[in-house]
């Protein structure tokens, strides 16, 4: 057996080292290759693979091992996968299939094979039942800022819900190696990021195919906050399509060959049969998305220009934002979007300078809707302290008294300390289940919605926010976002349009010789822009569309416009895919979990919904009712948001306001400052970095044309 192993791993190092040696090779994955990389990355054929146990959570992780035959850096193209106990005999430590190491003799980290009891199952606690082959798979995607993930052990946060857990690392946009030769070799371009979590995927699903491992390989969740929500989007909407098919072929992904017509095939043989390996999701909770980048330079200038006081940094910033304006107006009029029947378009009144039509009245909307559903959730706010008109802390028994619709005023008056927002718990989002048969859209009685007048799909209590990727709950390295190097002209308060060229002419080069190098494609021939707006593959053909989709932001967040998930959401329902995006008031950059949700309910809701087994689904999983607080919090001062200035309330009880108001609260409160729209292509999210000298890499084909179709009256502003 050791010489078997010891065989195949020599196969794959020597596969792996031809794949190295031609990384932008083409050619016919042969039956030899193909062997050669599903023996290597068998679990079982791994003599590297161990196991730890916690007892007190019952759970078991598998330490870090390769994910592909040909990483690039080992450092981060790895995945480990944690395992609720229930699910596990025990460790087969000498390949008799037999369990030598139980959780009851577990003594310290041991080599060996998973013995899987496929009786055995775990209830939730929200009620869902699941088994080792019937339960959902939640992959953490990570690659903060688009940067890097390190290879993490993968945390036993659900393990009590019966999930399978797997943390995986990836290359992002500042990873080098240096090859044979001695040079430096750039690889963190798009879409290096997604086709890691992609190969990290099928490996996984491979050896639950396999036996090696216990989950579905039909139920998996990705979910990620900021960058990471931004793959965790990006990996959903672009599921097992063939555009990143090269990218994994390349590192020695297992169940994506090429074949000799340059078609693909996408099987693992499994006991003889091929049987399909995919390397999609069947759901996605994205945690303040940064994503689509295509359009967030304009929709971010859209969104703050609708503020007629905004103060931009420079008159050159603020005319360049008023052109990306006309350009997104342009943008949305060619998408033909509708939602729920009504065609969405934006118009644009030039006499006194505003925006109007359907796209507009929706956002307005939207925003009125999440900000009445946040408030009609005020009873689960657990450890908040609220306080009298006065600024004087209530009594116990003064709070006591207070009505859900005193503390809804209050908490428009700003007169609360927030304390743990009756957190759900491990990261991630809410429930609240759809209305029967609604498929994410609710019912006005056949008619459409007036957007106009504030009137919105009824989502049935869907709301609330969650941390992901950001603790010891999903792994992975901390979130690097902001100015990806200190003296770049990528600086959302920058107060100089550009310090790296003296002209405006040098500048508009530098973006046309750039997007002429994207544009002519990479490797395989692909834009990675293309690559990574997820709007090109939502329900484009050649992709698995996921059943359903979460987008969760907060309201107060400017890392990125909110048109941004409102876009996504648009396109996913269009697609036929129960999607929403959530916004959540007072929310910064990827807001903390509220409000009794998670997002192991928001799973057991999706899986009670779409999974293909009911009988284990059980009843309807609902949010619990809110554990009332009975005593005020010992807070000495209120920190809340005073919103009377943008916010009314409305003789039927709702609170409404202008869209002038929402544009305002959202420069007013946003945790960051907008982009300068001078040369930074968004910000902080490129794809590649910029450094002291040289700007991050101009591929924004809007902002390109806004420059040059606008150049007499951008270029005398410029740098002054």
């Known amino acids: 057996m050791k010489k078997l192993i010891a065989m195949l791993l020599t196969l794959s190092m020597l596969l792996a080292q031809g794949v190295c040696a031609v990384a932008e090779d083409t050619d016919e994955t042969t039956a030899e290759e193909r062997a050669a990389i599903e023996a290597a990355l068998n679990l079982a054929n791994n003599p590297d693979q161990a196991w730890s146990y916690d007892a007190e959570s019952d759970a078991w992780t598998l330490s870090i091992v390769s994910a592909v035959v040909n990483p690039v850096i080992p450092d981060e193209e790895g995945v480990s996968v944690c395992v609720p106990g229930a699910y596990v005999t025990g460790i087969d430590t000498d390949g008799d299939g037999a369990a030598d190491v139980t959780a009851e003799s577990y003594a310290d980290t041991v080599n060996g094979s998973l013995v899987i009891d496929y009786d055995a199952s775990v209830t939730s606690t929200h009620g869902q039942v699941y088994t080792a082959a019937t339960a959902p798979v939640i992959l953490n995607t990570g690659a903060a800022g688009y940067g890097n993930s390190s290879n993490t052990l993968a945390s036993s946060a659900y393990a009590q819900e019966g999930y399978i857990n797997v943390s995986c690392g990836n290359r992002g946009k500042q990873d080098s190696y240096t090859d044979e030769s001695g040079q430096t070799v750039y690889t963190g371009d798009a879409p290096s990021c997604l086709a890691d979590q992609k190969a990290a995927a099928r490996f996984v699903k491979y050896n639950i195919l396999l036996g090696n491992l216990p989950g579905s390989v039909d139920y998996w969740v990705s979910t990620g906050g900021s960058g990471g929500g931004a793959h965790a989007v990006m990996f959903a ?92 107006m342009e943008y949305v009029n060619s998408q033909d979007w509708t939602f729920m029947g009504v065609p969405l378009t934006i118009e644009y009144d030039a006499e006194s300078g505003s925006y109007t039509g359907s796209y507009v009245d929706m956002y307005r909307s939207w925003f009125i809707n999440q900000l009445n559903e946040y408030l009609s959730q005020l009873d689960y706010a657990d450890g908040w302290t609220w306080f009298d008109s006065d600024g004087n802390t209530l009594s116990d028994a003064e709070f006591q008294t207070m009505t859900l619709e005193d503390k809804m005023q209050a908490f428009i008056e700003g007169r609360y300390y927030k304390g743990s927002s009756g957190r759900g718990g491990r990261g991630g989002m809410m429930g609240g289940m759809l209305p029967s048969g609604m498929n994410g859209r609710a019912d006005f009685g056949g008619g459409r919605p007036d957007f106009a007048n504030g009137e919105m799909p009824d989502f049935g209590g869907r709301g609330g926010m969650g941390d992901v990727n950001m603790g010891p709950d999903a792994g992975g390295d901390e979130m690097r976002v902001g100015t990806p190097d200190q003296g770049t002209t990528q600086a959302s308060g920058s107060a100089v349009d550009s310090r790296n060229y003296a002209t405006y002419e040098e500048m508009l080069a530098a973006y046309a010789a750039d997007i002429a190098e994207l544009e002519s494609g990479d490797r395989y021939g692909k834009n990675p822009v293309d690559l990574y707006n997820p709007l090109n593959y939502i329900g484009a053909e050649g992709t698995e569309n996921p059943a359903w989709m979460v987008l969760l932001c907060g309201a107060a967040e400017g890392d990125i416009s909110m048109l941004n998930s409102m876009n996504i959401e648009i396109a996913a329902q269009m697609a036929g895919i129960d999607a929403e995006a959530q916004w959540q008031w007072d929310g910064g950059h990827v807001p903390s979990e509220i409000f009794g949700s998670s997002l192991a309910l928001r799973v057991d809701q999706m899986y009670g919904e779409y999974a293909e087994n009911p ?106």
């Open 237 to 328: 909407a672009t599921s097992n399509h063939p555009d990143f098919y090269d990218y994994q072929i390349e590192v020695g992904a297992v169940g994506v060959y090429r074949n000799a017509d340059g078609s693909y095939d996408t099987t693992v043989t499994i006991d003889g049969e091929q049987v399909e390996l995919s390397d999609g999701a069947w759901g996605c909770v994205g945690y303040s998305p940064i994503t689509s980048l295509y359009e967030a330079d304009m929709a971010m200038a859209f969104e703050y220009s609708l503020d007629p006081d905004y103060s931009f940094n420079t008159e050159f910033q603020k005319t360049l934002a008023s052109c990306l304006s006309q350009e997104y």
């Open 615 to 720: 009988a284990l689904t059980g009843e309807a999983i609902t949010k619990s009712d809110a554990d009332l607080q009975t005593e005020n919090g010992a807070a000495e001062s209120p920190t809340g948001t005073d919103l009377t200035s943008w916010v009314s309330l409305e003789e039927d009880g709702r609170y409404i306001f202008s869209l002038e108001d929402i544009a305002a609260y959202r420069t007013a409160a946003a945790s960051k400052a907008t982009p300068s729209f001078d040369v930074i292509d968004y910000g902080q999210e490129d794809y590649v970095f910029g450094d002291t000298d040289t700007d991050a890499r101009h591929w924004s084909e809007w902002v390109y044309k806004a420059l040059s179709d606008n150049r007499e009256v951008l270029e005398p502003l410029f740098n002054q």
